[in-house]
T-cell receptor
Framework: GEQVEQLPSILRVQEGSSASINCSYE??????FPWYKQEPGENPKLIID?????ERKQIQELIVLLDKKAKRFSLHITDTQPGDSAMYFCAASLTGANTGKLTFGHGTILRVHP | GPKVLQIPSHQIIDMGQMVTLNCDPV?????FYWYKQILGQQMEFLVNFYNGKVMEKSKLFKDQFSVERPDGSYFTLKIQPTALEDSAVYFCASSLGGLGGGTQYFGPGTRLLVL
């Protein structure tokens, strides 16, 4: 089945700088890549997603890039704020199974220091 | 945004007992999912459900697990009997479409502790 690798596991940045999280996947049939933000004790919340017909998508300070050839995708948070501190998960959807199952990466703990 | 509700928020039970986790998905959604998250780790897919049937299940979805959504009410995950390793947070999710692109909205989770 699909496997998603996510790095780094922990990321510490200064407020105002950029943060980047990288993911790779194995199944070239995957065509949907969401990113979820999860705060302690809370449910995962979708923050941005990208489909395989796109290479780049931006929503305010969030940018996602998708390289289908390399089977990699990444999240970039520009101008980070302390409120961006949380766990971030990338995921890939296994379209071949036609069920929408999400396979998640192991997560990245982002800490934004004032 | 769309909200998925889960009841109860916490459940503590003795090993061997049965537990039912309830999910109230987004009203017009058609696909329903259960994921399991152990503390500090990622969500792992258990099962998904569409049109009254299980579409796919993972190896984590043991024989002791079952799901149903009788008459469009709660989408439930039943574990009978429970084991110590079932302790985790169980997230329900729902989506409008399932063809590898339906945005999945997650509920707040049920924290299950098996003693």
């Amino acid at each position: 089945g699909e496997q998603v690798e996510q790095l780094p596991s922990i990321l510490r940045v200064q407020e105002g700088s950029s943060a980047s999280i990288n993911c790779s996947y194995e199944d070239s049939a995957s065509n949907y890549f969401p990113w979820y933000k999860q705060e302690p004790g809370e449910n995962p919340k979708l923050i941005i997603d990208i489909r395989s017909n796109m290479e780049r998508k931006q929503i305010q300070e969030l940018i996602v890039l998708l390289d289908k050839k390399a089977k990699r995708f990444s999240l970039h948070i520009t101008d980070t704020q302390p409120g961006d501190s949380a766990m971030y998960f990338c995921a890939a959807s296994l379209t071949g199974a036609n069920t929408g199952k999400l396979t998640f990466g192991h997560g990245t703990i982002l800490r934004v220091h004032p | 945004g769309p909200k998925v509700l889960q009841i109860p928020s916490h459940q503590i039970i003795d090993m061997g007992q049965m537990v039912t986790l309830n999910c109230d998905p987004v009203s017009n959604h058609l696909y329903f999912y259960w994921y399991k998250q152990i503390l500090g780790q990622q969500m792992e897919f258990l099962v998904n459900f569409y049109n009254g049937k299980v579409m796919e299940k993972s190896k984590l979805f043991k024989d002791q697990f079952s799901v149903e959504r009788p008459d469009g009410s709660y989408f439930t995950l039943k574990i009978q009997p429970t084991a110590l390793e079932d302790s985790a947070v169980y997230f329900c999710a729902s989506s409008l479409g399932g063809l590898g692109g339906g945005t999945q909205y997650f509920g707040p989770g049920t924290r299950l502790l098996v003693l």
